[in-house]
């Protein structure tokens, strides 16, 4: 089963037509991700092309980033896809990047850092695929 967040209504349609479960969370507050973690094996931060404030945007790269690796701890949730590809800046998706490698080691947690373009679909999706497959392997 595969899980998607939304922070608006209007989003569940589009993922459950592709056949998840679509649920209501917003990542700049965890808050309300934290409860549907339920049953969650990996869980995809897919945040490379996100939009907003530019200040909204850097945490969801940094401290919202460094605050969930944390949180996740105490989940059931096994491992973390981390997408460091997309339109946000080079230097933020470094930034997440080296904060989710340095969780793995801390927390001696499963991580995936894809670096595959989105905007390549096939490609993105095969890669996210193996990143997934990785982390649960782990």
């Known amino acids: 089963m595969v899980r998607g967040t939304t922070r608006r209504a209007a989003g569940l ?3 459950e037509r592709e056949g998840a479960e679509g649920v ?3 990542p700049d507050r965890l808050a309300t991700l934290m409860p549907h973690l339920q049953g969650v094996s990996v869980l995809a931060w897919l945040m490379g092309s996100a939009s907003g404030e530019p200040e909204a945007v850097a945490a969801l790269h940094g401290p ?11 989940t059931p ?8 590809a997309g339109s946000v800046s080079p230097a933020l998706l470094g930034q997440g990047a080296e904060i989710v ?3 793995a080691e801390t927390w001696r947690m499963p991580v995936q850092v894809i670096e ?8 993105w999706v095969t890669e996210m695929s193996a990143a997934v497959a990785a982390v649960l392997a782990a």
């Not at 919202?64 to 105490?74: K, N, P, Q, T």
């Not at 949730?77 to 460091?84: D, N």
């Not at 595959?116 to 490609?123: R, T, W």
């Open 64 to 74: 919202r980033l460094r605050s969930l690796i944390e949180a996740l701890v105490d």
């Open 116 to 123: 595959q373009d989105p905007a390549d679909g096939s490609a």
């Open 77 to 84: 949730v096994r491992g973390l896809v981390y997408e460091a």
């Open 13 to 15: 349609e589009p993922i």
């Open 101 to 103: 490698r340095e969780g």
């Open 24 to 26: 209501l969370a917003d």
